[in-house]
């Protein structure tokens, strides 16, 4: 039984650059949601599809942040142009039933 | 809208001790109560969730939470606690009903236990 899959685990960037991170929910999960995690912040939504419609974009992330998911089976979040405070790990999840399962994340590092 | 606040962001206890954590809530309607558990370079995974019934709900590897409409709490408590528990804890909540898993989480609690 696989779990939700992220890959990669770990990203380094330049200031500027674009990065794709990507996510393969649970099959037959509805919901996929895209999370950042910072000590500081703590979990941020991202954004938010139900059966592959985005029901939200998390607003502040809006305008270099960009999640899509083409199929109810992959999900990609693109990060453009990066910057160092975009430093953080990028939790994917999907769910059933008001819970939550999780990747393993993506650790991102920009320069 | 829900927030949560989980009041400790650190625990530190011996092997064997039991542990509570604290988690509290606030939010007008029906809500879903969960809590999860993040061990080091790992994402997060589920370990229980309350809705209605019975205030006490049992969760995997000995974890139980109680809630409390009257505290707007879900505390987290362990009888005996084992050195793989070390991790962080978050609590969350959602609104019942949507049965989405859009949650709110709390902070986290960093749990250390010392062999």
């Known amino acids: 039984d696989a779990g939700v899959t992220q890959t990669p685990r770990h990203e380094v960037a330049e200031k500027g650059q674009t990065i794709i991170l990507k996510c393969e929910p649970v099959s037959g999960h509805n919901d996929l949601f895209w999370y950042r995690q910072t000590k500081i912040q703590g979990l941020e939504l991202l954004s938010y599809f139900r059966s592959k419609s985005l029901m939200e974009d998390g607003g502040a992330f809006k305008d270099r942040f960009k999640a899509e998911m083409l199929n109810s089976s992959f999900s990609t979040l693109k990060i453009q142009p990066t910057e160092p405070k975009d430093s953080a790990v990028y939790l994917c999840?999907?769910?059933?039933?008001?819970?939550?399962?999780f990747g393993a994340g993506t650790r991102l590092s920009v320069l | 809208t829900q927030t949560v606040s989980q009041s400790d962001a650190h625990v530190t206890v011996f092997e064997g001790d039991s542990v509570e954590l604290r988690c509290n809530y606030s939010?007008?309607?029906?809500?879903?109560l969960s809590w999860y558990i993040q061990h080091h370079g790992h994402g997060l995974q589920f370990l229980l969730k309350y809705y209605s019934g019975n205030p006490v709900v049992q969760g995997v590897n000995g974890f139980e939470a109680e809630f409390s409409k009257s505290d707007s709490s879900f505390h987290l408590r362990k009888a005996s606690v084992h050195w793989s528990d070390s991790a962080v804890y978050f609590c969350a909540v959602s609104a019942a009903g949507a049965n989405t898993g859009k949650l709110t989480f709390g902070h986290g609690t960093i749990l250390r236990v010392h062999p």
């Open positions: 939010y007008g309607g029906s809500i879903y």
């Open positions: 999840a999907s769910s059933f039933t008001n819970t939550l399962y």
